[in-house]
């Protein structure tokens, strides 16, 4: 190991400590049906809005997302833990996957789960591969918001509520 890089177990106990909103990636068209649970999500840009979505390329996920080159961030309400896990699941068909859920569309055709916090429906722009994972670079093309809703992140190597009924345990 390079001197310079830090031992993945090292990095990956760091990390265990970086809150993060806890997202169902969803996509349809001609590649097929796809899904998976993702906490590697964060706003690039708002002109023109613009996400990053990073997949695992060993994910079935992963060709899929790419062929379509369109995918919706579905963020999970604290109620929606199940529909994450379903989605984490890897020997789960996707039938399965998305039967935990009730969907519709926005924009661009891919699954936009109902009572999500927010939906950003996207197209993607370009795509990188960093190491494992390939960086998906989306713009923004239509996006709802729930409202008050409280929210599910992954803190700690396990699921929180995190919103209003967390700021008043706080205040």
Not at 1 to 21: P, Y
Not at 28 to 44: F, K, R, Y
Not at 52 to 62: E, T
Request: glycine share 8%; proline share 2%.
């Amino acid at each position: 190991m390079d001197k310079n890089t830090v031992d993945k177990s090292i990095f990956r106990e760091a990390m265990a400590g970086l809150g993060a909103a806890v997202n169902v990636i969803t996509t349809d068209g001609p590649g097929g049906l796809a899904g998976c649970t993702a906490s590697a999500v964060c706003a690039v840009t708002d002109d023109p809005p613009t996400l990053l979505v990073c997949i695992n390329r060993a994910s079935r996920n992963n060709a899929v997302m790419r062929e379509n080159a369109r995918l919706c961030v579905n963020v999970l309400s604290a109620d929606q833990r199940d529909i994450a896990m379903q989605f984490a699941t890897k020997d789960l068909s996707i039938e399965t996957r998305f039967a935990s859920g009730d969907w519709d569309t926005l924009h661009t055709g891919a699954p936009a789960l109902q009572g999500a916090v927010s939906v950003l429906d996207c197209e993607v722009s370009s795509i990188t591969e960093v190491g494992t994972h390939t960086v998906f670079f989306c713009e923004v093309r239509a996006a709802r918001s729930a409202g008050a809703l409280d929210g599910l992140i992954y803190f700690a190597r396990g699921f929180h509520r995190v919103g209003m009924a967390a700021q008043a345990v706080c205040a």
